[in-house]
C-alpha cells in the first residue's frame, strides 16, 4: 500500500481565496482523521470520519472550514475563505480502530498570504 | 485543558549519548501510549507504544518507561544517532480503545555529531 496520500503538498495562496486539501486513506482503515500542525498548539484534531461520516468536528476552528468524504478512498479538507492565521500544515491520517496507531500522510503545507 | 504534556520543547544531546524525552499525562483511564516521529516535510510516523499493564517496552535503540503513579512516560534512545534528530510526539489512549488518541505538543530533538 503506499499509505496515506495528500496533496497537494504545498500551496500557497491569496487571503480570502477557497483552498482544497485533498487525502486518500489506506484502503480497509475505516477511520480518517484531519489534523493541523502548528508551532503553537502542535498537534490538534480538526474532524474525524468512521466509515464516511464525520463523528466529530469539535476541532474545526470555524465555519469556514469544512470537510467532506463522499467514499472510503477519499476525503477534502476546504477553507473559505482562507486567512493568513490557516497558515499551517495540515495532516491526514487514518487507522483500522479509533484507539490504534495512526498512519499519517506527508501533509499539506498551506502558505496564506 | 491539555491530558498529554510535553514540557520541553527542544532538547539538544550528542552524538552517541542518552536522550530521554518526557511526556505527563493527566487522565487516570489513559491505558495505551504511543510515541511518534516526524521528520520535516513527512508526516509523523509510528515508534513504539507501550500498554499500562507493563512499565517498560524496548526496541532496538528505543526504550519507552511508563510510570503510573506519576502519571509519566518516558523516551529513551541509546545511543543517539544524527539521524534521530526529529520532532517525537508523545499520544495516549483511554481504556477500551474506543476514543481517539491525544496528542502532545511535540519535542524537537536535536543530536549533533
Known amino acids: 500500500d503506499a499509505g496515506v496520500i495528500q496533496s497537494p503538498r504545498h500551496e500557497v495562496t491569496e487571503m480570502g481565496q477557497e483552498v482544497t486539501l485533498r487525502c486518500k486513506p489506506i484502503?480497509?482503515?475505516?477511520?480518517l482523521f484531519w489534523y493541523r500542525q502548528t508551532m503553537m498548539r502542535g498537534l490538534e484534531l480538526l474532524i474525524y470520519?468512521?466509515?464516511?461520516?464525520?463523528?466529530?468536528d469539535s476541532g474545526m476552528p470555524e465555519d469556514r472550514f469544512s470537510a467532506k468524504m463522499p467514499n472510503a478512498s477519499f476525503s477534502t479538507l476546504k477553507i473559505q475563505p482562507s486567512e493568513p492565521r490557516d497558515s499551517a500544515v495540515y495532516f491526514c491520517?487514518?487507522?483500522?480502530?479509533?484507539?490504534?496507531?495512526?498512519?499519517f500522510g506527508s501533509g499539506t503545507r498551506l502558505t496564506v498570504v | 485543558d491539555q491530558q498529554v504534556k510535553q514540557n520541553s520543547p527542544s532538547l539538544s544531546v550528542q552524538e552517541g549519548r542518552i536522550s530521554i524525552l518526557n511526556c505527563d499525562y493527566t487522565?487516570?483511564?489513559?491505558?495505551?501510549f504511543l510515541w511518534y516521529k516526524k521528520y520535516p516535510a513527512e508526516g509523523p510516523t509510528f515508534l513504539i507504544s507501550?500498554?499500562?499493564?507493563?512499565d517498560k517496552n524496548e526496541d532496538g535503540r528505543f526504550t519507552v518507561f511508563l510510570n503510573k503513579s506519576a502519571k509519566h512516560l518516558s523516551l529513551h534512545i541509546v545511543p543517539s544517532q544524527p539521524g534521530d534528530s526529529a520532532v517525537y510526539f508523545c499520544?495516549?489512549?483511554?481504556?477500551?480503545?474506543?476514543?481517539?488518541?491525544?496528542f502532545g505538543k511535540g519535542t524537537k530533538l536535536t543530536v549533533n555529531p
Open positions: 470520519f468512521n466509515n464516511n461520516v464525520p463523528i466529530d
Open positions: 499520544a495516549a489512549r483511554r481504556k477500551g480503545g474506543s476514543e481517539k488518541l491525544v
Open positions: 484502503s480497509g482503515h475505516d477511520y
Open positions: 507501550i500498554s499500562s499493564i507493563k
Open positions: 487522565n487516570s483511564m489513559f491505558d495505551y
Open positions: 491520517a487514518s487507522s483500522l480502530a479509533l484507539g490504534s496507531s495512526y498512519t
